[in-house]
């Protein structure tokens, strides 16, 4: 089954300890997407990566880290979680990012709901 | 940075009645998804809008692109506690972003 697969579902840490929030996609796209979703705030943009060894900034990207040392995974690091990081994570991806154009179909995780004590 | 402001965030209605949802942005879109999202799961694809005034229905559901291209709407006709959910529209300004509004979550009761 294509799918888009987030690990962990649910954690709950204390501010400092260092965590990864792993994505893996079995569909062989090109580009993958971190967001985080805050009530109130729809969904904003971490991090996303256009292909293998490139990785850009999106809205928030303070206070995380990313790499995409292969196709099919792309990693969230917390090196240090605070309680305002404390939200729903969602990894997506897509086959390739089309400029100007409305084919952009992203398929999304199940989320990973993260508690920062 | 742009902005997309849905409204209303928040809907509870019975089942069977009609219902509308709004996007809505200063900022000219090159194109414009519908997502719904329900609970413990991620945003589902409904529909990509890409030409102004364009009209596009989804069984009950009707998307509708405004003229200029900066606002979006989505109509539900007989409601069903199935389309219970949040709903996402998510617009693209020609770069390599996908800007999400701020949500509308739909309750229907039976």
């Known amino acids: 089954e294509a799918q888009v697969t987030q690990n962990p579902r649910y954690l709950i840490t204390v501010t400092g300890k260092k965590l990864t929030v792993t994505c893996s996609q079995n569909?062989?796209?090109?580009?993958m997407s971190w967001y985080r979703q805050d009530p109130g705030l729809g969904l904003r943009q971490i991090y996303y990566?256009?292909?293998?060894?490139?990785?850009d900034k999106g809205d928030v990207p303070e206070g995380y880290k990313v790499s995409r040392k292969e196709k099919r995974n792309f990693p969230l690091i917390l090196e240090s979680p605070s309680p305002n990081q404390t939200s729903l994570y969602f990894c997506?991806?897509?086959?390739?990012?089309?400029?100007?154009?409305?084919?952009?179909?992203?398929?999304f995780g199940a989320g990973s709901r993260l508690t920062v004590l | 940075t742009q902005l997309l402001e849905q409204s209303p965030q928040f809907l509870s209605i019975q089942e069977g009645e009609n219902l509308t949802v709004y996007c809505n942005s200063s900022?000219?879109?090159?194109?414009l998804q519908w997502y719904r999202q329900e609970p413990g799961e991620g945003p589902v694809l409904l529909v990509t809008?890409?030409?102004?005034?364009e009209v596009k229905k989804l069984k009950r559901l009707t998307f509708q692109f405004g003229d200029a291209r900066k606002d979006s709407s989505l109509h539900i006709t007989a409601a069903q506690p199935g389309d219970t959910g949040l709903y996402l529209c998510?617009?693209?300004?020609?770069?390599?972003?996908?800007?999400f509004g701020t949500g509308t979550r739909l309750q229907v009761f039976p």
């Open positions: 990566s256009m292909n293998v060894e490139v990785t």
């Open positions: 998510a617009g693209a300004w020609d770069t390599d972003k996908l800007i």
């Open positions: 569909m062989n796209h090109e580009y």
């Open positions: 809008v890409v030409t102004g005034g």
């Open positions: 900022s000219v879109f090159s194109s």
């Open positions: 997506a991806s897509t086959i390739k990012w089309y400029f100007f154009s409305g084919a952009n179909v992203l398929t």
